[in-house]
C-alpha cells in the first residue's frame, strides 16, 4: 500500500474573495486533481401530500456545502451512517442527480458546463458500482450482454471487439468464460457483484465510484472483492471513491477518509490519522464503535446515542449537536465549518471543539 | 495474487445453481396444469380453424355466402345447407363462418392496437414523469370515467365525412372495419397504459436501470432493453384478459347496427337480422350468439390461465 | 377528510368541464346540420331567433365560440330542446332517468345480494365442486352477451312459454299497479342480473380468498371461532373494501348494460334515451344525456374513492 500523500493545506489569504473554504486537497491550478467537488448541494423537493396545501413544498436536503477532490490513483473513502447523503454524492458524480448548488470539476472542468461530447466522454470516464449485487444487472439480459451494455451505451467496437472484450473482462474478475452465456440469477452475490465490477472496467474509467459494494455479501466473500478492487486499482491506476458505513472495510482500501454526517462533512483525514486520532466526535464515535477482538469489555464497541435526524428538518447549528458529548450553547447556534485540527494540518474537521 | 482471485472459479462453478429452467418453460408449465385454460385454448383454436376454413367450406358445398335466394328462405338443415338458410335464402353456415372471421379478427386487431396505444402512452408517462406524466395519467383518468357503450355509440355515429374524407372511401367495408378497430383501441387502451406505468415507473428505479442511465443511455435504449421485456408479461396477461371484453363490444356494436356493415356478415349483426324474426327461425338467433359466447369464454378461461401462470408471486426471482 | 372529498370534487368537475367540450365536439361530427335540428325542433323560434343561433351555433363559428354559448346556456339550466319530441330536454330527461333509477336499483340490490353469497360460499369452500360449479356459472356470465341473453330470454319466457311479456313497461289500457308492471321487470332484471353477478362474485371470490389466507384469520381460528364467526366478524369487512370499489366502479358499465336491456324490452329509460338520440342525430338530448352518463360514472367514481379511504384505515387521507 502506498503511503498516503500529505495534502497541502489552504492558504486563507491564498484564496482572495472567498472565505475558508472546506477544501481538503491541492488548489485549483495545480493539475493533479483528478476530481474536485466543490461546495456540493443536492435537495430534492418533496411532492406535496395534497395540492390544496399551502406553503413551499418540503425540501429533502440530502447534500449540503460538500468538497473534495480526488487525485489520479487515489483512493478517497467517504463514511458514515446510513442516510449521511453518501451514496446522493455518488450518484451525482455519475450524473444521476443534477446538483442543486455547487460544481461537480473533473479534470478541471465543471461538468454541468462541458460540451456535450465532454459530457459523455466524462461518462465513460466516471464508472459506478452499486450497492445490491441482485439489483444492479438485469435478470433478463445474459451475463455477456451485461457486461457489454456500456460499451454498446457508447458506442466502443462493433459486436466482435465487445464480444472479445467481455471475455477480457470476465477473466480479469476471476470468472469462467461460460459464464458469459448465463444469466445472473444463476450467480451468487459475490460472483454478480465481480460481474458488475466487470461491466464498470469495460469503459477503461478512471475513477470508480464504488457505492457500499460489499454491503450486501457475507462478510467472506467481502474481502475477495476487496482483493479484487486493490488489484485492479493497482494495475489500472484508478482513482477509487469508495462509500461504505463500514470503516474496518475502509481501512484495507482507503488512502484518505472523508466522514459525513446529515449531508455534510465533518472530517477528512488521511487514513493512518483518522484511525489513530480522529478529531472530530462523530469521528471518534464511529471508531470507537468498530469491533475489535479480544480487548475485554473495550471489544464491544461504544454505540452512538440517539438517531439520525431527518434531512427534511435537520438541527440548527451544527448538526451533530443532538448527539455530541461535547455540545455548547454556541453548537446549537453557529454551524463549524473544515478547518485543520490543531497540531495536524492534514487533518480537517468541522467542529468547535475539535481534538 | 491473481491465484487467490482465480482460485475462485473452480468453487464458481460448482456454486453455480444447477440449471434452472427458464421463466417461459415454467409458465408453460403452470398453464399447461389448468384445464379450464387449455380447453380454452383448444376451443378457440378450433374457432379459429373453423373461421378459416369458410372458402373451404364454400367450394366443397358448392354455396356462396353472398348467393341469396328468395325461394329457398327459412329453409332446414340438408345436405346442400348443413344448417339451413336465413331469412334471405344465404347459407347459414357460410355466414357464420365468414362473420367468425370479421369478429374474431376485429377482435385481435383492437386488443393489439389498444395495447400499443396503452404501452406507449404508459411508457412515455412512466419514463418522463414529471407534467408530462401528469397530463396523461389525468387523460386516462378522464377516459376511464367516460361511459363505455354511449361513448362508443357517439364514436360510430361519426360522420366521417365531417373530417373530410370522401363518400365512398367512408362507405366502404374497409373503412368500417378500420373504424371499428380504432373507437375500440380508443377506449380500451387506459388499462394497459396504467399497467404499463406503474411498471415503467417501478423498473426506473431498480439499480440496473440507474446503471444504464449513468452511461448516458437514449431514452430508446433503456425503454427497449430494460424496460418493455420487463413489462411484456403484465402487457400480455391484459391484453388476453381485454380480448374477451372486445369481442363483446363488437358484436354489440354490430348488433346495434353501428359496427360492421351487413352484407358482411359478423356474428353481432346477424344477431341483428335475426331479432324480428325470434318467432319464426330463433335458430338463426341462436347460433351467432352461441358462438360469441363459447368464443368469450374460451378467451376468458385463457387469460385467467395466463395469468395464473403468469403470477409474479409464484416465481422466484 | 373533508379536504380529500372537496379536492376530488373538484378534480371530478374538471373533467367533467375537459369532457363536456370533448363530447360537444363529437356530437358535432354526427351527421346532421345542428342549426337546422335545433330551428326544426322549437316551435317557438322566430326568424330573429333563427338568424341569432346561426351566428352563435353555426358550423361556421370556431369550435370553442359555439362550445362557450352551449355552457353558458347550460349554466343556467337551459339544455336546449329535443329535436325528436320538441320538448325541452330537461323535461324528457326527468321521467327516463327514474325509469333507468328503478332498473338499475333492482338490479344492483339482486346481483349484489347474490355476488355476495356465492363469492363467499365458493371462497369459503374452496376447490369444492359447489366452487368449481360457481366458477363456472360467473365466467359463463361474464362471457355471454347482454343482448343474445336478452333476446333468448325473451324466446324462452314470452315466444314459447308466454309467462312474462316480452317487452314495455306496463300493460297497455290495464289497471296498472306494482302486480302489473312487476312482471314487466323480471326479464330485463334477469338480463342486467347475469351479466354482473358473474363479474362480481368472481371477484368477491378472489377477495375473499385473499383475506382468509391472512394470519390474523388463522389466529381467530386457532382461538377456536367457528367458521361463520370467523366470516362475519373478521373477514368479511376486509374482504368487502376492494369489492365495494369494484361496486361502485362498475357504474359505468351498468349504465352500458341499462343501454342494451331498455331497447331490446322497450323501457323508456336513460339508456335507450341516450341511444335513440344519437341514432336520431338529436344533438341537445345526445348532449345532455352523455353528459348525465359520465357525471354519474364520475360521481360513482368519487363514492368508490370516497368508501374505500373510510374502509381501510390503513389508508391515511391527509
Known amino acids: 500500500m502506498s503511503a498516503p500523500r500529505s495534502a497541502e493545506p489552504l492558504q486563507a489569504s491564498e484564496r482572495p474573495a472567498e472565505g475558508p473554504r472546506a477544501h481538503a486537497g491541492p488548489s485549483v491550478g495545480a493539475n493533479a486533481n483528478l476530481l474536485e467537488v466543490d461546495r456540493l448541494a443536492v435537495h430534492f423537493s418533496m411532492a406535496r401530500k395534497s395540492w390544496l396545501q399551502r406553503g413551499p413544498s418540503p425540501v429533502l436536503q440530502a447534500v449540503s456545502d460538500v468538497s473534495f477532490s480526488i487525485r489520479p490513483g487515489e483512493t478517497l473513502a467517504l463514511v458514515g451512517e446510513s442516510g449521511c447523503g453518501k451514496t446522493t454524492v455518488g450518484r451525482a458524480l455519475v450524473g444521476l442527480y443534477a446538483p442543486t448548488r455547487g460544481a461537480i470539476r473533473f479534470q478541471g472542468e465543471d461538468l454541468e458546463q462541458m460540451t456535450q461530447q465532454r459530457r459523455k466522454q466524462c461518462r465513460r470516464a466516471i464508472q459506478m458500482i452499486f450497492q445490491d449485487p441482485y439489483e444492479s444487472l438485469n435478470p433478463r439480459l445474459p451475463v455477456s450482454d451485461v457486461i457489454t451494455e456500456p460499451l454498446v451505451i457508447h458506442g466502443i467496437g462493433n459486436r466482435e471487439e465487445r464480444a472479445e472484450r467481455a471475455r477480457e473482462l470476465i477473466t480479469q474478475v476471476g470468472l469462467p468464460v461460460d459464464a458469459l452465456n448465463r444469466y445472473p440469477h444463476q450467480f451468487s452475490g459475490g460472483q454478480r457483484q465481480r460481474i458488475a465490477i466487470a461491466r464498470a472496467l469495460g469503459p477503461e474509467p478512471e475513477l470508480m465510484v464504488a457505492d457500499e459494494p460489499l454491503s450486501a455479501l457475507d462478510v467472506s466473500i467481502q474481502s475477495q472483492i476487496l482483493n479484487l478492487m486493490s488489484e485492479l486499482r493497482e494495475r489500472r491506476r484508478l482513482s477509487f471513491l469508495f462509500i461504505s458505513h463500514d470503516l474496518a472495510a475502509v481501512h484495507h482500501l482507503a488512502d484518505r477518509v472523508a466522514v459525513m454526517y446529515l449531508g455534510r462533512l465533518v472530517e477528512v483525514a488521511p487514513r493512518a490519522e483518522l484511525y489513530a486520532t480522529p478529531s472530530h466526535p462523530y469521528s471518534r464515535a464511529l471508531i470507537e464503535a468498530i469491533p475489535r477482538v479480544g480487548q475485554g469489555r473495550r471489544s464491544r464497541g461504544r454505540a452512538i446515542q440517539g438517531d439520525l435526524p431527518s434531512p427534511l428538518n435537520p438541527p440548527s447549528g451544527c448538526a451533530f449537536h443532538p448527539r455530541c458529548p461535547k455540545a455548547q450553547a454556541i453548537c446549537r447556534v453557529e454551524a463549524p465549518l473544515l478547518a485543520p485540527a490543531p497540531g495536524r494540518p492534514v487533518q480537517l474537521a468541522a467542529c468547535h471543539f475539535k481534538d | 495474487m491473481t491465484e487467490l482471485i482465480a482460485g475462485n472459479a473452480p468453487a464458481a462453478a460448482s456454486a453455480v445453481a444447477d440449471r434452472p429452467q427458464p421463466v417461459w418453460q415454467l409458465r408453460w408449465r403452470r398453464l399447461r396444469r389448468n384445464r379450464a385454460a387449455v380447453l380454452g385454448g383448444i376451443v378457440l383454436l378450433l374457432l379459429v380453424l373453423f373461421a378459416a376454413s369458410a372458402p373451404l367450406y364454400e367450394r366443397l358445398m358448392g354455396v356462396d355466402v353472398n348467393d341469396t335466394n328468395l325461394l329457398a328462405r327459412f329453409a332446414p338443415p340438408s345436405t346442400h345447407h348443413l344448417l339451413g338458410t336465413d331469412e334471405a335464402g344465404r347459407d347459414v353456415l357460410a355466414r357464420l363462418m365468414y362473420g367468425g372471421r370479421v369478429s374474431l379478427l376485429v377482435g385481435l386487431a383492437s386488443a393489439v392496437s389498444a395495447a400499443l396505444l396503452g404501452t406507449l402512452i404508459g411508457l412515455l408517462a412512466g419514463y418522463y414523469r414529471g407534467r408530462t406524466e401528469a397530463i396523461l395519467m389525468r387523460m386516462t383518468d378522464g377516459v376511464i370515467s367516460l361511459p363505455l357503450l354511449p361513448l362508443l355509440i357517439v364514436f360510430a355515429a361519426i360522420d366521417l365525412q365531417k373530417l373530410g374524407f370522401s363518400e365512398a372511401f367512408v362507405r366502404s367495408p374497409t373503412a368500417n372495419f378500420y373504424r371499428i378497430v380504432i373507437i375500440i383501441a380508443l377506449v380500451e387502451w387506459t388499462t394497459v397504459a396504467r399497467l404499463v406505468r406503474a411498471s415503467t415507473l417501478g423498473l426506473m428505479a431498480r439499480e440496473f436501470v440507474l446503471a444504464a442511465r449513468a452511461q448516458g443511455a437514449s431514452a430508446r435504449h433503456i425503454l427497449t432493453v430494460h424496460v418493455l421485456p420487463n413489462t411484456a408479461s403484465p402487457i400480455i396477461v391484459a391484453l388476453s384478459l381485454a380480448v374477451g371484453q372486445i369481442i363483446l363490444l363488437e358484436s354489440t356494436l354490430s348488433f346495434l347496427g353501428l359496427g360492421i356493415q351487413p352484407p358482411t356478415p359478423s356474428w353481432g349483426n346477424m344477431l341483428n337480422n335475426a331479432q324480428e324474426l325470434i318467432s319464426r327461425a330463433p335458430a338463426l338467433a341462436f347460433y351467432p350468439g352461441l358462438l360469441i359466447f363459447v368464443t368469450v369464454i374460451a378467451v376468458n378461461f385463457l387469460g385467467d390461465g395466463l395469468q395464473d401462470a403468469f403470477d409474479p408471486r409464484a416465481e422466484v426471482h | ?318
Do not use: C
Open chain 3, 1 to 318: 377528510m373533508l379536504r380529500f372529498i372537496l379536492s376530488r370534487l373538484a378534480q371530478s368537475l374538471i373533467v367533467l368541464l375537459v369532457m363536456s367540450f370533448l363530447i360537444y365536439g363529437l356530437i358535432g361530427l354526427m351527421p346532421g346540420d345542428p342549426i337546422d335540428i335545433m330551428v326544426n325542433s322549437n316551435p317557438g323560434y322566430s326568424a330573429q331567433d333563427v338568424a341569432r343561433l346561426r351566428a352563435q351555433y353555426g358550423l361556421d363559428q370556431p369550435l370553442v365560440l359555439r362550445y362557450w354559448h352551449w355552457l353558458s346556456a347550460a349554466a343556467t339550466l337551459d339544455f336546449g330542446y329535443s329535436r325528436t319530441y320538441s320538448q325541452p330536454v330537461f323535461v324528457i330527461m326527468v321521467p327516463a332517468l327514474i325509469q333507468t333509477g328503478k332498473l338499475v336499483g333492482l338490479s344492483f340490490l339482486v346481483f349484489s345480494v347474490l355476488a355476495l353469497a356465492f363469492g363467499i360460499a365458493a371462497a369459503l369452500t374452496k376447490g369444492s365442486v359447489l366452487d368449481r360449479t360457481i366458477n363456472l356459472l360467473a365466467f359463463a356470465g361474464i362471457s355471454v352477451p347482454v343482448f343474445f341473453l336478452a333476446l333468448m330470454l325473451i324466446y324462452l319466457f314470452a315466444v314459447r312459454l308466454g309467462w312474462l311479456p316480452a317487452s314495455g313497461m306496463f300493460t297497455i289500457g290495464g289497471a296498472g299497479g306494482v302486480a302489473d308492471s312487476a312482471k314487466y321487470y323480471v326479464l330485463p332484471v334477469l338480463t342486467l342480473t347475469a351479466a354482473f353477478a358473474g363479474r362480481f362474485t368472481r371477484f368477491t371470490r378472489a377477495s375473499m380468498v385473499e383475506v382468509l389466507r391472512m394470519d390474523y384469520i388463522r389466529t381467530a381460528r386457532a382461538k377456536g371461532a367457528g367458521p361463520l364467526r370467523v366470516v362475519f366478524k373478521h373477514a368479511l369487512r376486509n374482504a368487502m373494501i376492494p369489492v365495494v370499489t369494484v361496486l361502485a366502479l362498475s357504474f359505468g358499465a351498468l349504465l352500458g348494460g341499462a343501454l342494451i336491456t331498455e331497447t331490446m324490452f322497450a323501457q323508456r329509460g336513460m339508456g335507450k334515451l341516450i341511444f335513440e338520440a344519437i341514432m336520431g342525430n338529436d344533438f341537445n338530448l345526445a348532449l345532455m344525456g352523455l353528459l348525465f352518463a359520465t357525471s354519474a360514472t364520475l360521481v360513482s367514481n368519487l363514492v368508490a374513492d370516497i368508501a374505500y379511504a373510510w374502509l381501510d384505515p390503513r389508508i391515511s387521507l391527509s
